[in-house]
T-cell receptor, first 114, second 115 residues
């Protein structure tokens, strides 16, 4: 079964607007962590934000915030005030239990229009 | 800054060749990983290692093996390359013995084409 589901293959967003990238996950562990990565066309994987399953507040890092809804098993990434440099592929990932390895979703391509 | 270096950015190999993909990290990380990335499938874990000389199969280990003789180096081996192994290969590392909030640090990837 797919552990991480990203249902939006591609999205367009206007510069300076906000965009929400969907991510749902599947785990039976009580302890887990959720990560978002950005992959620009250069190919590097850039870590953006982390949310732990026991964290009571939604994580935020600059223009990135994570809308964590534990009961719905969703961890959507919100990018506020989009910039042209935000055009990239975005991956949601999860670490379960005591493991260090991450399971990744299929990714969402974001294109920011001027 | 953590640096994960993959020895080749692009590789072209022939079917049946033995292929070595090398990865070195400079931050004394215990954990190292090999993923392959394909369009529409995201990143899939091939093999990982939590210590020197230790290796574990990931989700898609068939056709691959790995070697970790030194802590900083994790090699992916394609014993007999096939065209369905044409892909982007990403190496990553992370520190061990810590909580869930440590991200993986990735190399820049090796784009392998098998003809």
């Amino acid at each position: 079964a797919q552990k991480i589901t990203q249902t939006q293959p591609g999205m367009f967003v206007q510069e300076k607007e906000a965009v929400t990238l969907d991510c749902t996950y599947d785990t039976s562990d009580q302890s887990y962590g959720l990560f978002w990565y950005k992959q620009p066309s250069s190919g590097e994987m850039i870590f953006l934000i982390y949310q732990g399953s026991y964290d009571e507040q939604n994580a935020t890092e600059g223009r990135y915030s994570l809308n964590f809804q534990k009961a719905r098993k969703s961890a959507n990434l919100v990018i506020s005030a989009s910039q042209l440099g935000d055009s990239a592929m975005y991956f949601c990932a999860m670490r379960e239990g005591p493991d260090y390895k991450l399971s990744f979703g299929a990714g969402t391509t974001v294109t920011v229009r001027a | 800054d953590v640096k994960v270096t993959q020895s080749s950015r692009y590789l072209v190999k022939r079917t049946g060749e033995k292929v070595f993909l090398e990865c070195v990290q400079d931050m004394d990380h215990e954990n190292m990983f090999w993923y392959r990335q394909d369009p529409g499938l995201g990143l899939r874990l091939i093999y990982f290692s939590y210590d020197v000389k230790m290796k574990e199969k990931g989700d898609i280990p068939e056709g691959y093996s790995v070697s970790r003789e030194k802590k900083e180096r994790f090699s992916l081996i394609l014993e007999s390359a096939s065209t369905n192994q044409t892909s982007m290969y990403l190496c990553a590392s992370s520190p061990g013995q810590i909580g869930h909030n440590s991200p993986l640090h990735f190399g820049n990837g090796t784009r392998l084409t098998v003809t």
